[in-house]
């Protein structure tokens, strides 16, 4: 005991002002690396990656283990290499979320954009139920602060440049028509590509019934900000991938919901606070709207409350959980 408030009373002897701002700045890094990386794979492979190095550095300190002691001392640099590869999508969503590269969705929220994007939204949402009720397929893809452009240009998407509206995009995904196949990208109101080819999720996690365009849907909200909706063209049904989860079976409301507490609500904290995307513990606060999540942490089976009080149908299916 004595060692130790020796020890305790030699640190804070040394504690100066750099080492206090140092340490401010560590925390901080930490916190914004936690922050980045709570309801994503990356937090659960981190969890495993330091249970399974703290339990190694224990047994070799505890047992006189040489080779094992070799092993786990010599290992720890290539750890080091290994984290920009096992974590490569969350990096690159860190510094995207840095730079902010798109226009659309940087600029202060004036009425007439906001109103522009709820129009969007409401066009967005109507086709959504028609192509349900002709189980027809679609996939759409909002674009936020990480711009889609290469998405475009690598997948030979067509360019469509044309204001969001029910009929066109009904139009789009009339089965069997050239533009039909791939992802519609959509920049503030207007579409600008057809036919894109999203990257695929390699999340294994997901449930063995969905196909690719459930798997693109996720691939693309796993790479960038962007919002994608996805109506299947089996079961008619209408899902939203966010932050690499996907929320299914969505109702009417819940999606409009759903896109104006992405890309409304938090535009107008954005002029505020300088949020440009909508963070883990956003989507956390916005429970309600989600009734039912796919992938990532099991969400309770019990409903959540609406802010009015009620609660909200959760469907009594279970919910998937990631890896
Ligand atoms: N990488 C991709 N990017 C964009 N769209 C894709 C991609 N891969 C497949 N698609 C679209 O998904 C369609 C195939 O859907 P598939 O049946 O495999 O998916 P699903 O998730 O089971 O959806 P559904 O419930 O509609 O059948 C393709 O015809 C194509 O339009």
Same mark, same amino acid.
């Given at each position: ?5 020796? =020890? #305790?009373?030699?640190?804070?002897s ?11 700045i ?5 916190? *914004? =690396? ?5 309801? @994503? ?5 981190m969890?495993?990656a ?14 006189p ?32 979320q840095?730079?902010?590269? !798109? ?9 007439? @954009? ?7 939204i ?5 086709t ?21 452009q290469?998405?475009? @240009?690598?997948?030979?998407?067509? #360019?469509?440049? *044309?204001?969001v509206?029910?009929? =066109? ?17 959509i920049?503030?109101?207007q579409?600008?590509a057809?036919? /894109?080819?999203?990257?695929? @999720?390699?999340?294994t ?12 849907? =996720?691939g693309i ?18 899902? $939203?991938?966010v ?6 079976n969505?109702?009417?409301?819940? #999606? +409009?919901?759903? #896109? ?15 949020i440009r995307? $909508?963070?883990? !513990? +956003? ?18 089976e019990? /409903?959540?409350?609406?802010?009015? *009080? ?14």
């Amino acid at each position: 005991m004595d060692a130790l408030l020796g =020890l #305790l009373a030699s640190l804070f002897s040394r504690l100066d002002l750099v080492a206090a701002i140092e340490i401010i700045i560590v925390a901080l890094l930490i916190y *914004g =690396l936690l922050s980045l990386l709570q309801g @994503t794979r990356a937090l659960v492979l981190m969890r495993g990656a330091i249970i399974l190095i703290v339990s190694l550095l224990i047994i070799v300190n505890i047992w006189p283990f040489q080779v094992l002691r070799f092993l786990v001392i010599n290992s720890l640099p290539a750890i080091l290499v290994a984290i920009p590869v096992v974590f490569a999508p969350e990096i690159r969503r860190a510094l995207e979320q840095i730079g902010h590269t !798109s226009d659309w969705f940087n600029r202060p929220l004036t009425q007439r @954009t906001e109103d522009a994007i709820r129009i969007m939204i409401s066009e967005v949402v109507k086709t959504c139920y028609t192509l349900s009720s002709q189980q027809w397929g679609g996939l759409f893809v909002i674009e936020r602060g990480t711009g889609l452009q290469d998405v475009i @240009t690598k997948s030979r998407g067509i #360019l469509v440049e *044309g204001r969001v509206s029910e009929q =066109l995009l009904v139009n789009i995904f009339v089965p069997n028509t050239p533009l039909h196949d791939g992802a519609v990208i959509i920049r503030g109101d207007q579409i600008i590509a057809a036919a /894109a080819i999203l990257p695929l @999720t390699d999340n294994t996690s997901i449930q063995q019934h969905y196909g690719t365009r459930h798997r693109a849907a =996720l691939g693309i909200s796993e790479n960038s900000d962007a919002v994608a909706i996805v109506i299947s063209e089996e079961t008619g049904s209408v899902s $939203v991938a966010v932050s690499g989860k996907l929320y299914s079976n969505l109702k009417r409301e819940d #999606l +409009t919901d759903m #896109l104006i507490a992405l890309l409304v609500a938090t535009r107008g904290q954005s002029n505020k606070r300088r949020i440009r995307r $909508v963070s883990t !513990s +956003t989507l956390a606060s916005l429970t309600h709207f989600f009734p039912k999540e796919l992938t990532g942490k099991n969400k309770p089976e019990a /409903a959540p409350n609406t802010p009015n *009080g009620s609660q909200s149908k959760v469907s009594s299916k279970t919910t998937e959980k990631s890896g």
